[in-house]
């Protein structure tokens, strides 16, 4: 059966894509940085204090995630990521997203053509019932659905 | 909410600078309309700092972007300093690596500093992550407004210099410095530096800096934390010794974490001055004592293919030491060699500072001390340094919980890294 949950649209956009769910804090740089530097086109998490997502691919996934942690490259990173076509389908915070996510996001929006909706503010709740592998559909106006 | 503009930055948004600077404006319009700001507020600071050093290979697309803006005039108000260097020949590196290094990961180095020059970087001895210390020279006054990115040299900023920075990504700090103003939220407003969190420290010994922050960090995350009980270790007095101290906390509480503001009870400016009115009302409390920074460290994972391979190579000063620092760790170097019977250390070791602090540590006495023992003492990123997959792949100790973080670096405390690399402990 289909949830849906309602969050804010950061960066609005529409997508359907499978989910990744890290509990814990996202660190951008840890989990990016190796699968950039050797070119791994699944961008698999390099994260080793990440248990939920450490070695697994990111790209293409509905990234669900509380919020970001650790280096201020993060934003960088996660522009990068989406200027060479390597980012995840979608962003999804249960928390109100933190300012080196939004940084990455909105660099990303306006000087790249990558498509990457970032919706905010999904609540505790969004991440208590999303696991791997659920069928995630995006709307433009930040309402998200699990099924 | 749609934020105020004044009528310079609302004709900047609507193109009346070209372009690339209308983008700018509006990638800090709608960086601060996520956060609620209703204005911009101006970057006061002499100085500004990017976090960004490295023309790392696959980071080609940032320096695409920063050449649109140099082509456009569009250029930071303000000089800066910026990250340490990626590379250093001194420190230790085989001949693989060495093409790894020059021939592939960095292949953008020369582009990127090239950049950095026409952007107006503050020197060539503008390269480190501690910039805030005497000897670099960008030190901001309490009260003012940044547009800084780099974790640690933001957390220090705002809590032991009690400047208003919020935690800026690489590329956004750079566009505050070209706007000259940056969107007022978060620990630029007064409700945003209060603490959400009370740490109570009652540890029996002086807790280690980094294993503390990391603890914090990772409780916290982003909030801001209000902390009992260090004083008793640390004393009321910013001093030398308390500022190295706080610079490796709060690198850990940031890396670890993302913690971008804390106070220390009667020691950092805004707890002296306002105290417990800095606490929120609900605070939560998290109690740390002796066993809960041994569970901290016994989280960390070691992802060493041999959890027990012989360390070969030593990583001392991330963030970058002081010299009040370099001096410590020569004295307590010297003293266990002698004691072991030993001359040089007995693990390739690599200590990090400014340049213009190495460089003047080198000619000095206790730099020949220091020299003496075998340690190298360089300018170098030792991140940047073992995002080499060949560095990766070899045993490397640290004392830096940041480079723990980022990197399959193996943590250990100040005392047992000084035992491993004296032969005091194999």
């Keep these: 059966m289909a949830k849906s949950f309602k969050g804010r649209s950061v960066v609005p956009g529409r997508c359907t894509a499978e989910a990744l769910v890290s509990h814990g804090g996202f660190n951008t740089l840890a989990s990016f940085q190796m699968a950039m530097m050797f070119g791994d086109k699944k961008v698999k998490c390099g994260d080793q204090n990440n248990p939920d997502l450490y070695k697994k691919p990111m790209a293409g996934k509905a990234l669900c995630l509380p919020q970001t942690i650790g280096s201020t490259t993060g934003g960088m990173v996660l522009y990068t990521a989406c200027a060479t076509g390597n980012q995840p389908a979608c962003l999804l915070f249960s928390m109100t997203i933190d300012s080196l996510a939004a940084s990455g996001a909105i660099l990303a929006a306006n000087w790249t053509d990558a498509d990457m909706p970032v919706v905010d503010q999904l609540g505790d709740e969004f991440l208590d019932y999303v696991k791997d592998g659920m069928q995630i559909s995006v709307s433009e106006d930040g309402t998200v659905t699990v099924d | ?426």
């Design chain 2, 1 to 426: 909410m749609a934020m105020q503009l004044t009528g310079e930055q609302q004709a900047i948004l609507d193109g009346a600078q070209g372009e690339v600077m209308a983008k700018v404006m509006r990638s800090l319009v709608m960086y601060g309309e996520t956060f609620g700001a209703e204005k911009m507020v101006p970057v006061t600071s002499k100085y500004g700092h990017t976090v960004i050093s490295f023309g790392i290979g696959v980071m080609k697309p940032v320096y695409d972007l920063y050449d649109q803006l140099i082509a456009a005039g569009a250029l930071p108000r303000q000089k800066f300093s910026a990250d340490p260097l990626p590379l250093d020949k001194n420190v230790p590196s085989n001949l693989l690596q060495d093409i790894i290094f020059k021939g592939i990961m960095y292949s953008q180095q020369k582009r990127y500093e090239e950049q950095l020059r026409k952007f107006g970087l503050m020197s060539e001895d503008a390269y480190t992550c501690a910039c805030y210390l005497d000897e670099v020279g960008n030190t901001p006054e309490k009260g003012e407004v940044l547009s800084w990115a780099e974790s640690s040299a933001v957390v220090y900023a705002n809590s032991v210099l009690g400047a208003r920075c919020n935690r800026n990504s690489g590329m956004i700090e750079l566009m505050g410095s070209i706007a000259g103003c940056v969107p007022y939220f978060g620990l630029l407003t007064d409700d945003g530096r209060k603490a959400d969190w009370i740490v109570e420290v009652r540890t029996e010994k002086r807790p280690e800096a980094q294993l503390l922050g990391s603890a914090v960090g990772m409780k916290v995350m982003e909030q801001v934390p209000y902390i009992r009980g260090l004083d008793k270790w640390l004393g009321t007095e910013l001093n030398d010794e308390n500022r190295a101290y706080l610079k490796d906390f709060g690198a850990a509480t940031a890396s670890n974490g993302a913690v971008g503001l804390y106070h220390i009870e009667n020691l950092t400016p805004e707890a002296k001055e306002q105290g417990e009115s800095l606490i929120r009302e609900g605070a939560k409390v998290y109690v740390i004592d002796d066993a809960e920074l041994e569970r901290v460290k016994a989280g960390y994972p070691c992802v060493w293919k041999d959890p027990s391979a012989k360390p070969k190579l030593c990583f001392i000063g991330c963030p970058h030491l002081t010299k009040g620092q370099l001096k410590d760790w020569t004295d307590r170097i010297e003293a266990a060699l002698k004691k072991n019977g030993l001359e040089k250390v007995t693990v390739p070791t690599v200590m990090t500072a400014p340049p213009a602090i190495a460089r003047e540590y080198a000619r000095s006495w206790d730099g020949a001390r220091l020299e003496k023992t075998g340690v190298i003492l360089s300018y170098i990123c030792p991140l940047m340094y073992m995002n080499n997959p060949m560095s990766g792949k070899m045993p490397v100790i640290t004392c830096s919980n940041t480079l723990r973080t980022y990197t399959t670096a193996k943590y250990y405390t100040e005392d047992e890294i000084l035992g491993m690399i004296t032969g005091g402990v194999r």
